[in-house]
């Protein structure tokens, strides 16, 4: 059972950056991927980024990957998620995810029904 703590999120004005964390627990780890999504209330979550924890591959959502960038500490078995270049439009709650990879044949790391665990998310609130 993967147990999955963030932290990090808070107010930043538009233009500033961010990086939150998640604390990553339980299970093997090198089977998994994790993910990033983000979900405000009128809308359901919302990919962002993911990342295999073996090998260390990377996926993006397109219209965040040119300011977002997700990468993860084997060592500390955290996940981090680094946000530049903040808008309005990325106020949300983000949540942090993770699935074991066999779960993704077609690496379809955008697919929030596949994932199984989930942290209770951190609030990210940009101000214009």
């Known amino acids: 059972h993967v147990e999955l703590v963030e932290s990090g999120g808070g107010l930043v004005q538009t233009g500033g950056s961010l990086r939150l964390s998640c604390a990553v627990s339980g299970g093997t780890l090198s089977n998994y991927v994790m993910g990033w999504f983000r979900q405000t209330p009128d809308k359901a979550r919302d990919f962002v980024a993911a990342?295999?924890?073996?090998?260390?591959?990377?996926a993006y959502a397109d219209s965040m990957k040119d300011r977002f960038s997700i990468s993860r500490d084997i060592a500390k078995n955290m996940v981090y998620l680094q946000m530049n270049g903040l808008k309005a439009g990325d106020t949300a709650i983000y949540l942090c995810?993770?699935?074991?990879?066999?779960?993704?044949?077609?690496?379809?790391?955008?697919?929030?029904?596949?994932?199984?665990?989930w942290g209770q998310g951190t609030q990210v609130t940009v101000s214009s």
């Open positions: 990342i295999r924890w073996r090998g260390g591959e990377t």
């Open positions: 995810a993770g699935e074991v990879a066999w779960s993704f044949p077609r690496g379809d790391y955008g697919a929030a029904g596949r994932y199984h665990f």
